[in-house]
């Protein structure tokens, strides 16, 4: 049980448009969703939480005009890359809890986004 | 701020040898800290905490509040136990995890 999956797993766009990642908690209801992003070699950096129904929290010095996160239901998040440019290549990565307890996340496989 | 700092990013050691990978962090209250572990071509997951006091494969971690330090041990490395690993903490009142940078364990034959 506890299984999230990221849709899709990798994906390429041109600089300048916009590009949609999803995130669910398959087997489980997620009152708490998180985005992550990864540069290569280096740790996991919080870009946001998002609590179901409510707006996300934005971690400092990330543009939340330019990452649109929504999470409309107990069962799905998205995270929109909007305007997207070459520096924003990076691999995203989600995770979900039931409980909101921080350690008790269910990390997604990730999606690896290349803009050319 | 709260920090965690894993200052090995590459560690190799010998199959059977002991095996410590340190994590130090940076916080005036009283932390929570975790070990996670992402094994090749499989997601991150929680390898274990450190108010469970559990060992997991063979694994164990002691918070060291003097030295603000939670070093992951085995005492006889695995070939399986190759991979990525990080120290993470979450603190009271925080929704979220601050990952460290992570170290590469590599165990050779």
């Known amino acids: 049980g506890a299984v999230v999956s990221q849709h899709p797993s990798w994906v390429i766009c041109k600089s300048g448009t916009s590009v949609k990642i999803e995130c669910r908690s398959l087997d489980f209801q997620a009152t708490t969703m998180f985005w992550y992003r990864q540069f290569p070699k280096q740790s996991l950096m919080l870009m946001a939480t998002?609590?179901?129904?409510?707006?996300?929290?934005?971690e400092q010095g990330v543009e939340k005009d330019k990452f649109l996160i929504n999470h409309a239901s107990l069962t799905l998040s998205t995270l929109t890359v909007t305007s997207a440019h070459p520096e924003d290549s990076s691999f995203y990565i989600c995770s979900a809890s039931r409980t909101g307890i921080p350690y008790e996340q269910y990390f997604g496989p990730g999606t690896r986004l290349t803009v050319t | 701020a709260q920090r965690v700092t894993q200052p090995e990013k590459l560690l190799s050691v010998f199959k059977g040898a002991p095996v410590e990978l340190k994590c130090n962090y940076s916080y005036s209250g009283s932390p929570e800290l975790f070990w996670y572990v992402q094994y090749s071509r499989q997601r991150l997951q929680l390898l274990l905490r450190h108010i469970s006091r559990e060992s997991i494969k063979g694994f164990t971690a002691d918070l060291n509040k003097g030295e603000t330090s939670f070093h992951l041990k085995k005492p006889f490395a695995q070939e399986e136990d190759s991979a990525m690993y990080y120290c993470?903490?979450?603190?009271?009142?925080?929704?979220?995890?601050?990952f460290g940078q992570g170290t590469r364990l590599t165990i050779n034959p």
């Open positions: 993470a903490l979450s603190y009271q009142g925080a929704q979220k995890l601050v």
């Open positions: 998002s609590n179901e129904g409510s707006k996300a929290t934005y």
